[in-house]
């Protein structure tokens, strides 16, 4: 019954390693206590990046080894491939399909087709990186398929290694090609670490900086017999060693740490010094992971990570809360079906008689791939069967998902288009042929009001103009951002900002964003990041007053928009979720106001008598609380963005008790 990887040893016949096994355990319990919400693996999604480098390991080692057999076959590997992966992968989508149809509201049951049908060709990684930007972002708790983005990552891998290592040994000799895959390696690490730096979301996902990861395991299996033999104290002190990277990685490392990049080499280095340090003579965790729990997890591992995530996907999703007992009772329920899903999916598939590439090809992965271009027709067709809910319901989820970033997609730029001019035909307000009165810059924060800033442009009579860019407050000379690189692009998109303000004869503009702290990001001062938040916070200061200033001497009103709560410890989606799931639900969050920000605005209101200033937060909010929706609607439509329905529902209630201030009387500054 139990299927033994075949794994290469020193003399170069293929061997089963128990401690291989047990090295998949630890990676895939790090996955699982991770997504459980065990706070104290906050780094537990290193588990992945061990699986990457046994990936390259074992692979690389199967195509060398028959290379110097002079007997490997590309159908060969792909068979092995196909049924490795694909029949377990599609049992949990078919399954978790089912689900999706019954529990997922109607634009995320939308969005579960598109990524079924990436998922399927092997892209789901790309669709999860455009789709939900950071793997950590709020959104992505509740993709029943965001973990199949590993499976993208390796399967493009396949595609391009096998035909590589052939060539390269072929017309290069391995000496060569061996040179030119360690200097790959180097290469692959700094372009990871650079995309970490300087990207959203694709760094995490794509192959290129995840490259170096299955490198690290391939380029040790390629000069595997060339290594030398270690003795028993050596292995016991490496085997420590690189368990204690990984381990290192797994409880020092956060979401909010760069990643992978230079921090992927804990779990990668780590990774590969257990592989070596079993080789002969095991260190002494080489023989504990040898243990037999340790093995039995290692040998589920594969359908553990597939089973695991939609399970824990819908706790969260149906409204159940993930206390101690629940957590439990989920990686009990997560073993249960990847132990099924092992025996009686898996292990069949893997021993079955053999077949051509083109046989194996139709049955597991043509037929699937055409059942789940049906079930994607049938959904999209349907518009996400929304029948399925009252029309109550249909309503909030419509209002959860109207997201300003993709209805202004012309108007609101991210980081690497902060070159783009302001565009002229994007307009709120007024719609006639009247002169555009105002000028709206800022970051996402800026992006997420503009309906509520259309409902007061059209209550003014007033045409607006707007030109946001992500993680760029609006601050003349302010180089801010998570790399320096980005902050140049604020501070060079700011730039362009102030010559259009200065070349055009605005009545006011709007500033508005996700306002600075001094304790979060990068500042940097003359190209160099400044540390102190004292100092931080004075050039903060400093830095926004001379803005206010400059508008004003534009002879424009600059109006301040206050930022919003975040929503903390809660749900964005918990009104519609109360409303389906859980009627004794309250849905509120703490009140999560920047309170150094709230002073400075005060101060500049004394300093600067032209000075508009509007709080959207005071509409639903009180000092401790905030309500999470407004007249039957959900506020947000993440943690901490309006969605645009919202935000003209606070529009009209802001009327009903506050002055315009677009509405232009007394300007001081003219």
């Not at 003579?281 to 589920?300: C, D, E, M, W």
Request: with cysteine; net charge negative.
């Amino acid at each position: 019954m139990k299927y033994q990887e075949e794994i290469l040893d020193r003399t170069g016949s293929m061997k089963y390693r128990k401690d291989i096994d047990g090295l998949r355990s630890i990676a895939v319990s790090l996955v699982v206590l991770h997504h459980a919400g065990v706070h104290l693996i906050s780094g537990g999604y290193v588990g992945v990046d061990v699986f990457f480098v046994l990936s390259g390991y074992l692979i690389t080692g199967i195509i060398y080894q028959q290379l110097l057999k002079d007997s490997f076959s590309f159908s060969e590997f792909y068979i092995r491939r196909i049924r490795r992966l694909m029949p377990a992968l599609f049992g949990m989508i078919f399954v978790t399909t089912v689900f999706a149809l019954v529990f997922l509201f109607p634009s995320d049951l939308l969005r579960y087709s598109n990524s079924l049908l990436w998922v399927s060709f092997y892209l789901g990684n790309f669709f999860f990186w455009r789709e939900h930007g950071g793997y950590f972002a709020e959104n992505t708790q509740e993709a029943p398929l965001l973990h199949t983005w590993s499976l993208a990552v390796e399967e493009q891998y396949y595609l391009i290694w096998p035909v590589y290592v052939i060539l390269g040994i072929r017309f290069l000799g391995f000496k060569y090609f061996s040179l030119l895959t360690i200097a790959g390696l180097l290469a692959a690490i700094y372009v990871s670490e650079w995309a970490t730096q300087n990207t959203i979301g694709a760094a995490y996902y794509l192959l290129p900086t995840r490259f170096f990861e299955l490198m690290v395991g391939s380029i040790l299996a390629l000069q595997w017999d060339k290594l030398p033999r270690a003795g028993a104290s050596f292995n016991h002190v490496l085997s420590l060693a690189g368990l204690a990277l990984i381990v290192y990685a797994a409880l020092m490392l956060t979401p909010a740490s760069d990643f992978p990049g230079y921090n992927a080499l804990y779990p990668a280095i780590g990774s590969a010094m257990l592989l070596y340090s079993g080789r002969n003579n095991p260190g002494v965790i080489n023989k504990l992971l040898s243990l037999r729990p340790f093995v039995f997890i290692g040998l589920i591992s594969y359908s553990l990570y597939l089973w695991h995530w939609p399970v824990f996907v819908f706790l969260r999703y149906t409204a159940i809360e993930l206390t101690p007992v629940v957590q439990l009772l989920a990686v009990a329920l997560s073993l249960a079906l990847a132990y099924l899903s092992w025996r009686f999916i898996e292990t069949p598939f893997r021993t079955a008689s053999p077949a051509s590439l083109s046989r194996v090809s139709f049955d597991l992965l043509a037929k699937p791939m055409a059942a789940v271009l049906v079930i994607w027709i049938a959904i999209f067709s349907l518009n996400g069967i929304p029948a399925r809910f009252s029309a109550e319901v249909a309503l909030m989820d419509e209002a959860l998902n109207s997201r300003p970033n993709r209805i202004r997609l012309e108007c609101h730029s991210p980081s690497r288009d902060f070159a783009l001019l302001p565009n002229e035909s994007c307009t709120l307000g007024q719609e006639d042929g009247n002169q555009t009165t105002g000028f709206i810059f800022g970051d996402s924060h800026a992006n997420h009001i503009t309906g509520f800033l259309d409902v007061l442009g059209k209550d003014a009579g007033s045409k607006m103009q707007d030109y946001t860019m992500d993680q760029c407050p609006p601050i003349f000379g302010f180089a801010w951002g998570r790399s320096r690189r980005v902050a140049n692009m604020c501070e060079e998109r700011n730039g362009q900002v102030r010559e259009y303000i200065n070349a055009h004869n605005f009545d006011f503009i709007v500033l508005s964003a996700s306002w600075p702290s001094p304790f979060s990001e990068r500042l940097y001062v003359d190209g160099e990041l400044l540390l102190d938040s004292d100092q931080r916070m004075t050039k903060i200061r400093e830095q926004l007053a001379t803005t206010i200033e400059e508008i004003e001497n534009t002879g424009a009103i600059p109006i301040l928009f206050d930022d919003v709560s975040s929503v903390v410890a809660e749900d964005p989606r918990c009104p519609i979720k109360k409303a389906v799931f859980d009627e004794a639900r309250i849905c509120t969050t703490a009140q999560d106001i920047n309170s150094l920000i709230v002073a400075l605005f005060t101060e500049l209101e004394e300093r600067f008598s032209s000075i508009r200033r509007v709080r959207p937060a005071d509409l639903y909010c009180t000092e401790a609380i905030c309500e999470l929706a407004i007249n039957g609607i959900p506020i947000y439509h993440d943690a901490d963005h309006l969605n645009d329905v919202a935000a003209r529902e606070l529009a009209k209630t802001f009327l009903e008790t506050h002055a315009n201030p677009f509405l232009i009387k007394d300007n001081p500054a003219r």
